[in-house]
C-alpha cells in the first residue's frame, strides 16, 4: 500500500526558496514514478515535475525534484519563488510512467500549502 504525505510548505517572500518533501509510510516508493502537481484556488490541477524510478527527472526552469529511497521520499526544491507559484501541492505515485494527467496516479497525497507573498 502506498500512503503518501507532503510537507514543507509554508509562506515565504517573492524570490525565496522552499523544499517540499512526500514521504510513503507504505511500500517501498522505489517501485514508482512520482510527480508534483499544484492547484490554485479555482484552478486545475496541473503538472509540475516529476521524476522516474530510476531517478530521472522532468524539467523545470526553477524547480528541481530528486528521491531518496532509502528514506522512501521525493523532494521538490524550489527557487526563486513568485505569487504565481501559491497553490497546494500534491505528490502523486504511479506504476506505469510519469505523466502530466492527474488520472495517470494511482495514489495522492492530501497536499501541503504553499503561499508567496510578493
Known amino acids: 500500500q502506498v500512503q503518501l504525505s507532503e510537507s514543507g510548505g509554508g509562506l515565504v517572500q517573492a524570490g525565496g526558496s522552499l523544499s517540499l518533501s512526500c514521504v510513503n509510510s507504505?511500500?517501498?516508493?522505489?517501485?514508482?514514478?512520482v510527480s508534483w502537481f499544484r492547484q490554485a484556488p479555482g484552478q486545475d490541477r496541473e503538472f509540475v515535475m516529476g521524476?522516474?524510478?530510476g531517478g530521472v527527472g522532468t524539467y523545470h526552469k526553477r524547480f528541481t525534484i530528486s528521491r531518496d529511497n532509502a528514506k522512501n521520499t521525493v523532494y521538490l526544491q524550489m527557487n526563486n519563488l513568485g505569487p504565481e507559484d501559491t497553490a497546494v501541492y500534491f505528490c502523486?505515485?504511479?506504476?506505469?510512467?510519469?505523466?502530466?494527467?492527474?488520472?495517470?496516479?494511482?495514489?495522492w497525497g492530501q497536499g501541503t500549502q504553499v503561499t508567496v507573498s510578493s
Open positions: 502523486a505515485a504511479s506504476p506505469q510512467a510519469i505523466s502530466p494527467n492527474t488520472w495517470g496516479y494511482d495514489f
Open positions: 507504505g511500500q517501498t516508493i522505489s517501485s514508482y514514478h
Open positions: 521524476i522516474s524510478r
